[in-house]
């Protein structure tokens, strides 16, 4: 047998009808958007082949989630979770919305960290709030890691933010944030009335050198005003499935999340159910092949970088199998995933898509073959050399 991980043949790739197999033309390699090339993991496909045979296709039920979401939190994360706080919702990006309307009034502020996930916008512009921006900062300069700006946090509670969508690792940049930093976070929330609702999606692909730490699990300050929102969906590639977990650790919160509206049950996916019970079971030895595969590839990747384009700014992330890459040195304008398509014939994520901080920078989903990613970094290298007089 060959290695799953690395035996990727594109044509049969190319047959997928996912979004990033359908929206561009068969001559662009995509690499945009947070979906990997690898196959199932055998309990996953063996979940949803069951459930097609048996025509198990209805309305979804939570039967057994909780249990299972449980036993997966202790075992990766060292979270101790009550069953019967785990609450169904479609998706993280439905789940935070319905927490806001609930918690919060029209028109209240919600910190978001940017760059960050551009959905973080649209979604709370339809919750009816108002977008505050804290940006990420490097203090040491761009070859230092990303860090929070507690000083901008405390600012903007104190001026009457209500709301805070946490990205925890954070996404597009791969920080792992520290316990100290979360509780720095949960004093400013409680001293300030602050609802917390920390999308951790893609928690369970924290990588070697990092450990991640559930929000809420952190203690009373945490408990008190948060929720987490996670699910199997991208560490196990099964976002289209629809099936996410709302996690409280107060009466508080959890009351919270008892008056999530039906429709939060009913929009999630009897797939979805049946490939997370299986994922959060039978999972775990796939998953720990998984993070080694991307351990590899965001080293690989920036050696690759390193002898093609040594000019672009790439710090290796924590978790997850995103590269945020600073192209602002090559002469490509603002938005440079424009010229990587129209030049390079790639499709990459567009950096001011996730905010200001995005100006200059380009998004690249690295969870591929070491051969797709070349691949990758081939079409990077001859837009940037037709960017140079005489082409070179």
Not at 118 to 126: E, H, K, M, T
Not at 307 to 323: N, S, T
């Amino acid at each position: 047998m060959g290695d799953p991980f690395q035996d990727l043949d594109l044509g049969r790739l190319r047959r997928r009808h996912s979004e990033k197999w359908r929206t561009y033309p068969p001559d662009v390699l995509p690499a945009f958007i947070a979906e990997m090339d690898y196959d199932l993991a055998e309990p996953v496909t063996a979940a949803l082949r069951s459930a097609i045979d048996l025509s198990d296709c209805g309305y979804a039920h939570p039967d057994g989630l909780g249990e299972a979401f449980a036993r997966f939190a202790a075992l990766r994360h060292g979270w101790e979770v009550d069953p019967r706080s785990v609450h169904l919702v479609p998706d993280v990006m439905a789940g935070a919305d319905a927490i806001f309307r609930l918690a919060l009034r029209p028109g209240d502020g919600v910190v978001i960290n940017t760059p960050v996930y551009p959905p973080f916008f649209a979604y709370l512009a339809g919750a009816g709030v108002r977008v505050v921006e804290v940006p990420l900062r490097r203090p040491g300069g761009p070859d230092d890691r990303w860090e929070l700006d507690f000083a901008g946090l405390e600012a903007a509670f104190a001026a009457g933010a209500r709301g805070y969508l946490l990205c925890s690792p954070h996404n597009p940049t791969g920080r792992v944030f520290s316990p100290a930093d979360l509780n720095r976070i949960a004093a400013l929330a409680r001293e300030h009335a602050v609802t917390v609702v920390s999308d951790e999606i893609h928690a369970p692909l924290t990588l070697p050198g990092a450990r991640h730490t559930p929000f809420v699990s952190l203690g009373a300050d945490a408990a008190a005003c948060g929720v987490t929102l996670t699910s199997a969906s991208k560490a196990f590639n099964i976002a289209g499935l629809k099936c996410a977990v709302a996690v409280a650790a107060s009466p508080a919160m959890q009351g919270l999340l008892d008056a999530l509206p039906a429709a939060c049950q009913e929009g999630a996916g009897l797939l979805g159910v049946l490939g997370s019970l299986a994922a959060w079971r039978s999972g775990d030895d796939w998953l720990d092949t998984l993070i080694t595969q991307l351990d590899h590839v965001r080293s690989e990747f920036g050696a690759l970088l390193a002898g093609r384009l040594p000019r672009a700014g790439y710090l290796p992330p924590e978790a997850g199998y995103l590269a945020w890459v600073d192209c602002s040195g090559f002469g490509l304008g603002r938005e440079p995933a424009q010229a990587f398509l129209s030049r390079g014939r790639v499709a990459l994520g567009r950096g001011l898509d996730f905010g200001a901080p995005g100006d200059g920078f380009v998004r690249v989903t690295i969870g591929t073959s070491s051969a797709m990613l070349a691949g990758i970094v081939d079409r990077m290298e001859v837009t940037v050399r037709s960017s140079r007089p005489g082409g070179r």
